[in-house]
């Protein structure tokens, strides 16, 4: 062996951090990683540190990555040492961009291409290069999901058993392993296709396409140079493990938490292996690489037979920092593991080599045996030319018989493809033949058709006009539904489950409250349903009286119109005479004459349209009472369909209490046989009492003797154990006090960081939400709408500016307050941050129980964390008494408050009806006041005496109509103050 293959190397760690997402950007998050120039150093928060082999900031590239880290074990691969990339990160930081775990052959020529596809590019390139030898070519890829290990690569429905295996000279094995030779970059990515797509992926809060499982793609490089036996055999793992989960960031449930339960579980396993291997005080201790299937297959790559590489992937949110750090402390401890590559020779070549020396050791002993004589060679050559010939006879034999055998087989197949030809030919005639009778037929049904929808279009449009009508019927019904489904929402908030209850008589009593309850709501809803019903019988009535003389007033109207037009156009003439009149000196008196005629028919003219605008007034009341009925008798129907829920409602509530009472008496009956069968074994257990009693008593008498000796006995070891416990206390009561002291300000500490940590994450929570304000104001600004105000101190409100101008500079202003206030935030965050890592130091965690180093400090400390323990438990007893008192002070006040809205209901009820009680009096007065019109106007065609007085009175009725419009139009905003004051009263 040389001195190469004896060196012990360390695993080399490479540092990856990714830039910040897009969604960490919205979130306000800042970079918690500066990155030291020319120096594979990363500095976290102000003064951690930590110094890697590689170290590569956002900006690097992939092909950078590959070049400087992932090439050099190329090399030795092909020198026949193994190796292995592993990417270690966090979930959602990078590793499957890395390694290339989604390559598709479409994504050959981009800049973005992982490890694994840069790595095949560059075998094969290497191979091409290889002239003396040859190489061989194989690949496996696996994953491990929960604990168990599948084939990507195997395509049947049925899974293959795998085991692992321990070789002493070969390593781990995988027995049940598909493993596929490959002879070109082509076949090996689809290989790597095949098995990406047979991955386990899923969707979390962090990673919209996390894997799930950890994929190990292994390539098996077999090399043999030509004209020599040597074989080396070496194989390079590429890793890509599942990241490392918080179920609080994830937000998993279900089959994604115990996937991350799993993957938390085996990642465990391997910081658990890197620690064993990489502490210095741990040197020549078990290493658990059995814990795990992971850790069982990486054996090799970790303290074995390799030349590993990890590539610790992280991200530069200040939001994931914690995650951040226990990756780089994870790749720091890797980086201390000392691993042992030797070559990979194929021992049976090795074996024929030694063997192939030894026998020309021997001919040269023979040689000078004889004395210099060589032996007869001479039939050596033609003899393995004849070998050769006969070989290649063979080969050529069997290659003919193959060829002849697929001749065969393809002269079969083409008589039978030519067969196949000849019935698809027919099929098509027949075909043809089949779509000229369905084009003909086709062309009469179009005209048929053509015929049909003349005949039916007039019948469609009126049924697609009853079915819009009747779909807008079922709109109103619905708003009017929605309208009322609130009023029996106290009743079903009172109505619970009978099981919640404290006993049957509550419940009962409680069944006798609800049914008392609605049987009143449901007679003051028929009592407010019975005034409207009246009210609407009334209106029709007066409607219905009206209804004749409403054809009179049109006819009338018509006939006013009429007369307004013949007068105005006599009045035109009568002006067009006059101004002809003044031309003329002699026609004087006849222009007098037209002067009072046109006086007369302007009075007339005045008077006419003074009735029809009465008339019109009287025309449009009719058409308002017409809509106050539609509207009540939709409010009548919204009333009936509610009294008909509260009916079924009352049904329903009887049924259940009714089934609940029959529930609780059968419970009663199996009760009472229940305690039957306790009473007789009652006096069973007595009666087997009494006999135990005598012999209890015996027993009795016996032990108190032998207790008397014991205690005697006890007595004396305790009066020496106090003897020897004076001794011991006496150096131990400055211990006590120390111990205590320290105990205490440790567990400050721990209780600080704790608050720290809450704190922090309130912090990161309220960021959040200030960058998820800011993207709304500017996504405002750009589309120039109106922002909504902001329940916050720092928020303008929009409504007092006027403008495009001051809203837009409104809206900046506050941009500019919350990227201050974001800003404030960071700076916060980096402090608490900074405050945590110092106090969660990991040297002194570890030294944190040095200062215990005896039995009595180790008993004082326990003392002093017990009485600590039992003192916050009180506390937190008391703490949960008080919470019992508030909630049982808040179920009180919502008991009030529940009361105070049956309350408020049943004003609501009075209300209403007092309202439907004023509407019916007003009605009443249009409707006196209508019959009083229509009397004076009556009266106007068959008399023209008491004018006056009839004046008088259409003076007063216009004076009513006008109150009464009034009255209408202030009626929508009583309505609205009423809704308000209603709002108000329940809070």
């Known amino acids: 062996m040389t001195k190469e293959d004896e060196k012990v190397i360390p695993v080399r760690v490479a540092l990856r951090c990714r830039p910040l997402v897009s969604k960490e950007i919205n979130e306000g998050c800042q970079c918690c990683l500066t990155f030291v120039p020319g120096e594979p150093q990363v500095i976290v928060g102000n003064d951690k540190a930590f110094t890697y082999d590689y170290v590569f900031d956002p900006t690097a590239e992939q092909e950078e990555v590959f070049n400087t880290a992932v090439s050099p074990l190329l090399s030795g691969l092909f020198r026949g040492y193994n190796a292995t990339v592993l990417a270690y990160g966090q979930t959602g930081s990078g590793k499957?961009?890395?390694?290339?775990?989604?390559?598709?052959?479409?994504?050959?020529?981009?800049?973005?291409?992982?490890?694994?596809?840069?790595?095949?590019?560059?075998?094969?390139?290497?191979?091409?290069?290889?002239?003396?030898?040859?190489?061989?070519?194989?690949?496996?890829?696996?994953?491990?999901?929960?604990?168990?290990?599948?084939?990507?690569?195997?395509?049947?429905?049925?899974?293959?058993?795998?085991?692992?295996?321990?070789?002493?000279?070969?390593?781990?094995?995988?027995?049940?392993?598909?493993?596929?030779?490959?002879?070109?970059?082509?076949?090996?990515?689809?290989?790597?296709?095949?098995?990406?797509?047979?991955?386990?992926?899923?969707?979390?809060?962090?990673?919209?396409?996390?894997?799930?499982?950890?994929?190990?793609?292994?390539?098996?490089?077999?090399?043999?140079?030509?004209?020599?036996?040597?074989?080396?055999?070496?194989?390079?793992?590429?890793?890509?493990?599942?990241g490392s989960e918080r179920q609080k960031k994830t937000k998993a449930e279900g089959d994604r938490l115990k996937e991350g339960i799993s993957i938390n579980r085996g990642l465990l396993c391997l910081g658990n292996v890197i620690s064993a291997l990489g502490d210095e005080s741990k040197k020549g201790t078990f290493v658990p690489y059995r814990d795990s299937k992971l850790t069982r297959l990486l054996q090799d790559s970790l303290g074995g037979n390799s030349h590993t590489l990890m590539i610790a992937c992280v991200s530069p949110a200040d939001s994931n920092i914690e995650e951040t750090i226990n990756t780089l402390r994870y790749a720091d401890r890797a980086r201390k593991?000392?691993?042992?590559?030797?070559?990979?020779?194929?021992?049976?070549?090795?074996?024929?080599?030694?063997?192939?020396?030894?026998?020309?050791?021997?001919?040269?002993?023979?040689?000078?045996?004889?004395?210099?004589?060589?032996?007869?060679?001479?039939?050596?050559?033609?003899?393995?030319?004849?070998?050769?010939?006969?070989?290649?006879?063979?080969?050529?034999?069997?290659?003919?018989?193959?060829?002849?055998?697929?001749?065969?087989?393809?002269?079969?197949?083409?008589?039978?493809?030519?067969?196949?030809?000849?019935?698809?030919?027919?099929?098509?005639?027949?075909?043809?033949?089949?779509?000229?009778?369905?084009?003909?037929?086709?062309?009469?049904?179009?005209?048929?058709?053509?015929?049909?929808?003349?005949?039916?279009?007039?019948?469609?449009?009126?049924?697609?006009?009853?079915?819009?009508?009747?779909?807008?019927?079922?709109?109103?019904?619905?708003?009017?539904?929605?309208?009322?489904?609130?009023?029996?929402?106290?009743?079903?908030?009172?109505?619970?489950d009978p099981q919640a209850k404290d006993s049957p008589e509550a419940y009962t009593a409680q069944h006798a409250l609800r049914q008392a309850q609605m049987s009143k709501e449901l007679i003051e809803l028929n009592k407010v349903l019975a005034l409207k019903e009246a009210f609407v019988k009334k209106m029709c009535q007066n409607d219905n009286h009206l209804e004749p003389m409403q054809t009179e007033y049109q006819e009338n109207i018509q006939s006013l119109q009429a007369s307004v037009g013949s007068l105005q156009k006599e009045k035109e003439d009568l002006i067009q005479a006059l101004q002809s009149a003044k031309k003329d000196t002699n026609q004087a008196k006849l222009s007098e004459q037209r002067r009072k005629r046109l006086q007369e028919l302007e009075g007339q003219i005045t008077e006419l349209k003074k009735k029809l605008q009465d008339q019109s007034k009287l025309l449009k009341l009719k058409e308002s009472s017409v809509r106050n009925v539609s509207k009540l008798n939709q409010e009548i129907q919204a009333m009936k369909s509610q009294r008909v829920q509260l009916m079924r409602q009352m049904k329903e509530d009887s049924e259940k209490f009714r089934l609940w009472k029959q529930k609780k008496d059968k419970e009663v009956l199996q009760l009472k046989e229940k305690d039957r069968k306790r009473q007789y074994e009652m006096l069973k257990l007595e009666r087997d009492f009494q006999k135990q009693a005598s012999v209890l008593r015996r027993k009795t008498e016996e032990a108190a003797a032998a207790n008397k000796r014991l205690k005697d006995a006890l007595q004396k070891r305790s009066e020496v154990a106090e003897k020897r416990k004076e001794v011991q206390n006496r150096g131990a009561e400055g211990v006590s006090s120390r111990i205590k002291i320290w105990l205490l300000n440790e567990v400050e500490v721990l209780v600080s960081t704790e608050e720290a940590r809450r704190h922090l994450q309130d912090l990161l929570e309220d960021r959040k939400m200030l960058a998820e304000e800011i993207s709304q104001l500017r996504e405002q600004m750009d589309a120039g709408e109106r922002p909504v105000a902001k329940v916050r101190r720092r928020t303008l409100t929009i409504s007092e500016l006027e403008g495009q101008g001051k809203l837009e500079a409104s809206i900046s202003k506050q941009v500019e307050s919350l990227e201050t206030e974001m800003g404030l935030r960071s700076a916060q965050i980096a402090d608490l941050q900074q405050k945590v890592l110092d106090a969660d130091n990991e040297g002194r965690i570890k030294q944190r129980w040095d200062s215990i180093t005896t039995i009595i400090e180790a008993k004082s400390a326990l003392k002093i964390l017990m009485a600590e323990v039992v003192a916050s438990k009180v506390a937190s007893a008391k703490l949960e008494s008080e919470l019992k008192q508030e909630k049982a002070n808040l179920l009180d006040m919502q008991k009030i408050l529940c009361d105070e809205r049956k309350l408020m209901s049943s004003m609501d009820m009075e209300h209403q009806s007092q309202l439907v009680e004023m509407e019916q009096r007003h009605q009443e007065k249009v409707c006196f006041h209508k019959k009083l019109f229509i009397y004076v106007t009556l009266d106007h065609k068959t008399s023209h005496k008491g004018q006056f007085f009839k004046i008088i009175i259409i003076n007063k009725l216009s004076i009513h109509i006008k109150l009464f419009e009034n009255l209408e139009s202030d009626c929508p905003n009583k309505v609205l103050s009423n809704a308000y004051y209603e709002s108000n009263i329940t809070f």
């Open 96 to 242: 499957t961009f890395s390694m290339g775990g989604t390559y598709t052959s479409d994504q050959e020529n981009k800049s973005t291409v992982g490890v694994i596809p840069r790595v095949i590019r560059r075998i094969f390139q290497e191979k091409s290069r290889c002239a003396d030898c040859e190489l061989l070519l194989a690949v496996s890829y696996l994953e491990i999901y929960n604990e168990e290990i599948l084939d990507l690569l195997y395509t049947s429905k049925d899974k293959p058993i795998i085991s692992i295996r321990e070789d002493p000279k070969d390593g781990i094995k995988i027995v049940g392993l598909t493993e596929k030779e490959v002879f070109n970059a082509h076949e090996m990515v689809g290989c790597l296709e095949l098995g990406n797509s047979a991955r386990t992926v899923g969707s979390t809060a962090m990673n919209a396409a996390s894997s799930r499982s950890h994929a190990i793609f292994t390539i098996s490089l077999e090399q043999r140079r030509k004209g020599d036996n040597d074989v080396m055999v070496s194989k390079l793992h590429l890793v890509d493990l599942a």
């Open 337 to 496: 593991i000392k691993n042992k590559p030797v070559l990979n020779v194929d021992p049976r070549a090795v074996e024929m080599k030694r063997l192939r020396q030894q026998v020309q050791e021997l001919q040269v002993m023979l040689l000078h045996a004889r004395g210099g004589v060589a032996p007869v060679l001479t039939g050596s050559e033609p003899a393995e030319t004849v070998s050769n010939i006969l070989e290649q006879n063979r080969c050529l034999q069997g290659e003919n018989s193959k060829l002849s055998r697929e001749l065969s087989e393809s002269v079969g197949q083409t008589a039978l493809m030519f067969e196949r030809i000849i019935m698809i030919e027919q099929a098509n005639e027949k075909l043809q033949s089949n779509l000229k009778e369905l084009r003909q037929h086709a062309a009469c049904k179009v005209n048929l058709q053509k015929i049909v929808e003349t005949l039916e279009d007039q019948e469609l449009k009126e049924n697609i006009e009853v079915i819009q009508n009747l779909q807008q019927l079922i709109l109103e019904l619905q708003v009017i539904e929605l309208g009322f489904l609130g009023f029996g929402g106290e009743c079903n908030e009172v109505c619970a």
